[in-house]
């Protein structure tokens, strides 16, 4: 029921900045817990950071004081601010949705198509 695409990837200097953003459509964005994923080549996908319909969030030790995710319920749009950019962040970022009851109507865990970031000199 939810469609998510992720936009502003790109290629950057180490020690600069990109904005993620994610939108999405099909259903109540509210009551959704959203977040960003990354994928490097050869690892896991991990958890970068996570903002709940409370509107609490969650960061990665990695990231922690660099990164800043946010939500807009209005524009049913999620975004990453990435500050301070390093080369190990390079990775392919998803954008994630879940409401994670399974006795709800709303129940469900959708990821967008991803887009890649690339820090490098």
């Known amino acids: 029921q939810v469609q998510l695409v992720e936009s502003g990837g790109g290629l950057v200097q180490p020690g600069g900045s990109l904005r993620l953003s994610c939108a999405a459509s099909?259903?109540?964005?509210?009551?959704?817990?959203m977040g960003w994923y990354r994928q490097a080549p050869g690892k896991q996908r991990e958890l970068v950071a996570a903002?709940?319909?409370?509107?609490?969030?969650n960061y990665a030790d990695s990231v922690k004081g660099r990164f800043t995710i946010s939500r807009d319920n209005a524009k049913n749009m999620e975004y990453l601010q990435m500050n301070s950019l390093k080369p190990e962040d390079t990775a392919v970022y998803y954008c994630?949705?879940?409401?994670?009851?399974?006795?709800?109507?709303?129940?469900?865990?959708?990821w967008g198509q991803g887009t890649q970031v690339t820090v490098s000199s």
């Open positions: 994630n949705a879940e409401y994670p009851y399974s006795g709800s109507y709303y129940f469900g865990d959708y």
């Open positions: 099909g259903s109540i964005f509210s009551i959704y817990d």
């Open positions: 903002i709940l319909s409370s509107g609490s969030t």
